[in-house]
């Protein structure tokens, strides 16, 4: 099997970052953010992504070495207000657009007050994996660890009868990143060609392509794109697509607050049915924990991240209350015919087709980002594994490496095909991948990590019972929540856009 602890590099430089991945600068341009990834932005070509490393307990020993000879310096740490910024684009992403039709599957009012409750328990969570990372951090000589790294040395530090699944956990974490990356990446695909669809047949009365076929033409455009190596080359395109999602925002929220309101809604609950939808596409957007422990590492005053008035909560609360305002008033606004995305609900005409166009080409311009990720975890062991260093020449290696990317971006199509409706896949990935990376790893990683301090039997029984609450309510929603989204794929049609 393959056991992506055990590629060369550390996959925390491209999935969640450590303190010593990033170049950043005092006005901190050299981050990448998109969703959950934060990708430090320095050229490829003139420098290794993921620094070699021995397989096994060795590279983890030498991980940790490469990892505390690159703290970033005081002058290269991030600032507050830098940092709270980071953490919003990292946490305001597509799933932004869904929340109305989450709130259509929850009913008004549990939607409503569902959202920020999700969001309270994602937060703390958060704060789990921080204080849980310091703490690992400390017993073993202040080496900064990412999310895969904190999940396996809280095992290995922890109780006796769980040291052996260290590599198990680490596996694991590295498992859903990549499954929510692939994922994103799916959504990403049929969100571009589902929003060109949408443009043409209300510009022209009818499309003379369906989304499918519109997907096909985006396949060698997608592959052309990410076939480029080089994340300063990437930047400039991330950059575009921040400015292009926070415009259309800006007019989605203006749509929201005029007009008159639908009479078609359900004011307190939907049917129960539909929470399990309603809770994997609030996960899907909620799905920011993989930025947090990197923008942690890389401040300049760590100590003010967390707290009641840190960073962390700030940022938070700022997101949820967004999160919570488009599900509320896109609801309202549209009712039960809401669609996946609120932009395919927008009415017809110049403005609302040049919103469709402008987060389309920002999402298109985002994809690129999002399966940057896998590439460079597999592509590295594929090297070791297969040692193409010696066996091919520089050439063939590169024609090897754009072959893997084709390959990818070929692997999110057919999925993206193969699943046509857009909040069904949301509810997907966030049921399936964003909840065991939001919900169920970070108290099971807290327990390990508490089982060994100094409390009180009277508080460890306390943080148990927290903690064990927390797992529990993440597997149902899991299993629950995958469950009825598979049903929903395997049960319906094609997605209606315009009726």
């Not at 704060?127 to 895969?148: E, M, Q």
């Not at 957007?285 to 942690?296: S, T």
């Amino acid at each position: 099997m393959w056991d992506p602890s055990e590629m060369p590099g550390s996959t925390s430089i491209m999935l969640v970052g450590t303190a010593g991945d990033f170049t950043t600068s005092e006005d901190d341009e050299d981050l990448v953010f998109e969703n959950n990834v934060v990708l430090p932005s320095y050229d490829e070509e003139a420098a290794p992504l993921v620094p070699s490393r021995p397989s096994g307990r060795l590279g983890n020993v030498v991980e940790s070495e490469l990892e505390s000879q690159q703290q970033p310096t005081h002058a290269q740490r991030t600032s507050n207000f830098a940092t709270l910024m980071h953490l919003l684009k990292g946490n305001i992403g597509t799933g932004i657009l869904a929340m109305p039709s989450a709130v259509a599957n929850a009913g008004l009012l549990v939607g409503t007050v569902g959202i920020p409750l999700l969001g309270v328990t994602c937060v703390h969570c958060m704060h789990l994996l921080v204080i849980s990372s310091k703490t690992l951090a400390r017993k073993l000589g202040g080496t900064s660890l990412d999310y895969p790294s904190t999940a396996e040395q809280a095992f290995r530090l922890g109780p006796a009868r769980v040291q052996f699944l260290a590599s198990t956990a680490r596996f694991l974490v590295n498992l859903m990143l990549m499954l929510t990356q692939f994922g994103f990446c799916c959504v990403y695909f049929l969100f571009v060609s589902s929003s060109i669809f949408e443009v043409v047949t209300n510009l022209a009365g009818t499309s003379p392509l369906s989304t499918n076929a519109y997907m096909g033409l985006l396949l060698v455009p997608m592959v052309l794109f990410n076939w480029v190596r080089s994340l300063d080359k990437l930047s400039p395109a991330s950059s575009a697509a921040n400015i292009l999602q926070t415009s259309g925002l800006c007019v989605v929220f203006y749509f929201l607050l005029s007009g008159p309101h639908s009479p078609h809604i359900s004011p307190y609950a939907a049917p129960l049915k539909k929470l399990p939808l309603y809770f994997g596409t609030a996960m899907y957007a909620f799905e920011g924990i993989g930025v947090v422990l990197p923008l942690e590492n890389a401040m300049a005053t760590p100590e003010d991240f967390g707290g009641v008035n840190g960073v962390l909560n700030t940022g938070m609360v700022v997101v949820a209350c967004l999160y919570t305002g488009v599900g509320f008033y896109g609801y309202l606004k549209y009712g039960d015919d809401v669609k996946p995305s609120i932009t395919f609900s927008l009415p017809k005409g110049t403005v609302s087709e040049l919103i469709r166009l402008m987060f389309a080409v920002a999402i298109f311009l985002s994809y690129a980002l999002q399966l940057y990720v896998p590439i460079n975890i597999t592509w590295p062991f594929l090297k070791e594994k297969f040692d193409l260093e010696t066996r091919l020449t520089t050439k063939f290696q590169l024609i090897a490496e754009y072959a893997l990317r084709t390959v990818f971006v070929i692997i999110t199509f057919v999925m993206a095909i193969a699943i046509p409706n857009l909040d069904h896949l949301i509810s997907l990935v966030g049921a399936l991948a964003s909840s065991s990376l939001a919900l169920i790893f970070p108290p099971i990683i807290e327990l390990c990590t508490v089982w060994n301090s100094n409390i009180t039997r009277r508080k460890f029984t306390l943080i148990l019972i927290k903690d064990a609450f927390i797992i529990i309510f993440g597997i149902i929603g899991c299993v629950i929540g995958t469950y009825t989204a598979l049903q929903a794929i395997f049960e319906s049609k094609p997605m209606p856009i315009r009726t």
